[in-house]
């Protein structure tokens, strides 16, 4: 099993700044993808970011220019740098990690329990 922990997240007025960080622990072989959900009050969730061991980088359109995902492979770490916030970027955001176990190639999925991000306007 692994545990996600986040911080992070708080009250924020519309074009101020916030990060996020999720650490990751228990049994990990390798991880793969690591990255960034929210979900606003009745609303679907949605991607924020995502980015692969490797380093590549993938954002919603909402979001870019805006965000920032980064990851420290040392820590088992990522991290969302959230710039120039809007009311509409409040929503609850949720750490995303794929990893393995062990050598063998079997992907497991692994969510954080939820940061709440709210923008005031």
């Known amino acids: 099993q692994v545990q996600l922990v986040e911080s992070g997240g708080g009250l924020v007025q519309a074009g101020g700044s916030l990060s996020l960080s999720c650490a990751a622990s228990g049994t990990i072989f390798s991880i793969n993808d690591m990255g960034w959900y929210r979900q606003a009050p009745g609303k679907q969730r949605e991607l924020v970011a995502t980015?692969?061991?490797?380093?590549?980088?993938n954002y919603a359109d909402s979001v870019k220019g805006r965000f920032t995902i980064s990851r420290d492979n040392a820590k088992n770490t990522v991290y969302l740098q959230m710039n120039s916030l809007k009311p509409e970027d409040t929503a609850v955001y949720y750490c995303?990690?794929?990893?393995?176990?062990?050598?063998?190639?079997?992907?497991?999925?692994?969510w954080g329990q939820g940061t709440q991000v709210t923008v005031s306007s």
């Open positions: 980015i692969t061991s490797g380093g590549s980088t």
């Open positions: 995303h990690v794929k990893s393995r176990r062990t050598w063998y190639p079997r992907d497991y999925v692994y």
